[in-house]
């Protein structure tokens, strides 16, 4: 599709070429999130050469969107920006028949080479010797550039945070210098680059060596950063022991921001002893609190704040290993949020003093119990038991009712008191009714 698009572009006589983030991969061996296109002809000539496959969807930056058997690429005419006076977008956009002038807008030198069909590639910024280097390297003078745009910061760490590159000393100074331009810059777009960060195979390097950067948006982190937990669970500061916890999640949103907030509120609940040990007691719903704050400010999604607020609301929550317990935990959690949590709370003791690592076989056993559980199919939410709203209607049961009805019938299935039987549950359901 790439291909084609470059083909038509040069068949009617105009440059084209694959830019940014594409031949980055590409020459990493990595498979490119998606295919710029950028071209010498302008948005009305690249709309000619496509006619009905093109769209106009960026056109006063000089995008064009070519769709072709559900596949589309960006098309850009060869620009250069303006001047900026927000730290956000530039005041005009000019077009332009240099391909290196586009080059030279672009945020970093492995972002800013281009490469055409026959394989040639124009790479005017070093950005070739950068990527076999893992170094991140702004284009031209590092102030300037993240002035004109902030948002550049955050891309800085996270293509550090993806790729595991180092960022070049002159351009990671600057990012720390320039990073209260940030607060500049729209909370989606920080969102956006803040989870492909968190998400990074090499996230946790970059906190560790930026946290006031992140801080900038997300403050409440701050304090974590060298507090000493004075506790002998504990070998790390808090701060040290939260990146050790996000390092042993996997590399998705939900557990990587758990991890990362699990104890954003120790700081606020520490309490000393007579003994001198430090203690944080209630830290968990303090750091539920704060991570749905935090999270809201990022505007992130509601189904995905209200599963991490449950996650960090729960960590600490010890979970009896019995069948009755389980069984709870998975009717509040529901399966896949209880796997989550699991996983949260293993990561949680591998960051603590090794010595008490034999948490671990603890939570196995707990596994291997709920996998039983899951496996008989047994009853655990609404979904699943043998009557419904409906049911309870029929028999004369309305509005508010019905709700707590079922939801005292549930709990008791899963507390093994009743079995999940159709009849029973509806001679249950009539009993409780002849009760109020
Ligand atoms: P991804 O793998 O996430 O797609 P990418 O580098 O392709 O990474 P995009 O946001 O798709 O990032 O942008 C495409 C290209 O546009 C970049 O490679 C870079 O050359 C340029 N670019 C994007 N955002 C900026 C910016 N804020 N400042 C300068 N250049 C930018
Ligand atoms: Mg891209």
Known sequence: MVRNTLECLEEAGYEAWCVGGCVRDSLLGREPEDWDVTTSALPEETMAVFGGDAFPTGVQHGTVTVRRGGRSVEVTTYRVDGTYHDHRRPDSVTFTRSLEEDLARRDFTVNAMAMSLAGELKDPFGGRADLKAGVLRAVGEPDRRFCED???????????????????????????????????????????????????????????????????????????????????HHCYDIWEHTLHAVEQVPCDLILRCAALLHDVGKPKCFTLDTQGSGHFYGHPKISALLAGEMLCRLKCANGIRETIVRLVEWHDKVIPRTEKSI????????????????????????????????????????????????????????????????????????????????????????DGELPNNREILLRRAREIGGKI
Request: hydrophobic content about 45%; charged content about 30%; aromatic content about 8%.
């Open 150 to 232: 902030a948002l550049r910061i955050l891309r800085g760490l996270r293509f550090s945070a993806v790729l595991g590159f180092s960022l070049e000393k002159g351009t990671g100074e600057s990012i720390r210098r320039n990073r209260f331009l940030l607060e500049d810059i729209a909370a989606e777009r920080i969102q956006t680059e803040f989870f492909k960060l968190l998400c990074g195979k090499y996230a946790v390097k970059v906190l560790r060596e930026y946290p006031e950067v992140i801080g900038v948006f997300w403050p409440e982190l701050l304090p974590m950063v060298g507090f000493d937990q004075r506790n002998y």
């Open 327 to 414: 069984r709870r935990a998975l009717m509040s959690l529901g399966e896949e949020d209880l796997r989550r949590l699991l996983a949260v709370k293993r990561a949680d003791n591998l960051a603590q003093a090794p010595e008490f690592h034999t948490t671990q076989a603890e939570i196995d056993k707990f596994e291997a119990m709920m996998e039983q559980l899951l496996a008989e199919d047994a009853c655990f939410s609404r979904k699943n038991l043998a009557v419904n709203g409906k049911d309870l209607t029929d028999i004369g049961y309305r509005g508010k009712r019905v709700g707590t009805i079922l939801q005292t019938l549930l709990e008791q299935v899963v």
